[in-house]
C-alpha cells in the first residue's frame, strides 16, 4: 500500500522559515516528480511547487510565482523523501499543505498556520 | 500561465441524475487534465486523468472528454457517494494549475 507522510507544518510568525516532509513508502519513489498543493480550509486548491524525478538530466524544480525565491523544493532519494523549505512566510501561505505523487498519490496534508 | 475556469460552481442534483462539469483552460493543453474527487476533510482523489482515462478503482459512472481548452466530466446516475468538490488540474505545463471547484451537493 502506498503511503505518503506530510510533516513538518505548525505555528510560525511571519517572516521566520520552516521545512516540511513527506516520506513516501510502498512506492518506487525514485521514479515519480514529487508535487506540493496547498489549500486555505474551505477554499480551492493551489499547485506550489514540484521536483521531477532524479533520472537523467534532473531533478528540475519548478515554483509557483507566488513562492518562487521563497520556497526551495528538494527530494532525497536514499531516505524515500522530499521536502519544501519555506522561508519569508507570510501570512498567506498559511494552509493545509499536501505532498503529491503520480496525480493518485496524497499525503493527509499538513497544516501551515502564519501568524503573529 | 495556464488559468483554468469551471462550471457551474455549484450543482445540486437528486441520486440517479446526470451531472455534467465544464472546465476551460486558457489556452490548449492537449490531453494533459485531470479531475479529482475531494470530500470535506481528506485529500483529493483522483478520477480521471489524460481527459479521458479512468483512475483505477473509480466506478464507471464518471467519464472524462474534451482535448485542447474544454473538458468536461460527466456522473451518471449520481449516487449519494458523489458529494464533495471537483477539481480540474492542468499538467500541460509548470505550474500545474487548478480550476476553482465545482461542490456537488446532494438534494
Known amino acids: 500500500e502506498v503511503q505518503l507522510l506530510d510533516s513538518g507544518g505548525r505555528l510560525i510568525q511571519p517572516g521566520e522559515s520552516l521545512r516540511l516532509s513527506c516520506a513516501a513508502s510502498?512506492?518506487?519513489?525514485?521514479?515519480?516528480?514529487v508535487s506540493w498543493v496547498r489549500q486555505v480550509p474551505g477554499q480551492g486548491l493551489e499547485w506550489v511547487s514540484a521536483?521531477?524525478?532524479?533520472?537523467?538530466?534532473?531533478?528540475?524544480?519548478y515554483y509557483a510565482d507566488s513562492v518562487k525565491g521563497r520556497f526551495t523544493v528538494s527530494r532525497d532519494d536514499s531516505k524515500n523523501t522530499a521536502y519544501l523549505q519555506m522561508s519569508g512566510l507570510r501570512v498567506g501561505d498559511s494552509a493545509l499543505y499536501y505532498c503529491?505523487?503520480?496525480?493518485?498519490?496524497w499525503g493527509r496534508g499538513t497544516l501551515v498556520t502564519v501568524s503573529s | 500561465d495556464i488559468q483554468l475556469t469551471q462550471s457551474p460552481s455549484f450543482v445540486s442534483a437528486s441520486v440517479g441524475d446526470r451531472v455534467t462539469i465544464t472546465c476551460r483552460a486558457s489556452?490548449?493543453?492537449?490531453?494533459?487534465l485531470a479531475w479529482y474527487q475531494q470530500r470535506p476533510g481528506l485529500a483529493p482523489s483522483l478520477l480521471i486523468y489524460?481527459?479521458?482515462s479512468l483512475h483505477s478503482g473509480v466506478p464507471s459512472r464518471f467519464s472524462g472528454s474534451g482535448f485542447g481548452t474544454e473538458f468536461t466530466l460527466t456522473i451518471n446516475s449520481l449516487q449519494p457517494e458523489d458529494f464533495g468538490t471537483y477539481f480540474c488540474?492542468?499538467?500541460?505545463?509548470?505550474?500545474?494549475?487548478f480550476g476553482p471547484g465545482t461542490k456537488v451537493d446532494i438534494k
Open positions: 503529491t505523487m503520480g496525480l493518485a498519490f
Open positions: 510502498g512506492v518506487a519513489f525514485v521514479d515519480y516528480a
Open positions: 521536483v521531477s524525478a532524479a533520472r537523467g538530466s534532473g531533478p528540475h524544480t
Open positions: 489556452q490548449g493543453i492537449r490531453n494533459y
Open positions: 489524460d481527459a479521458s
Open positions: 488540474q492542468q499538467l500541460n505545463s509548470y505550474p500545474q494549475t
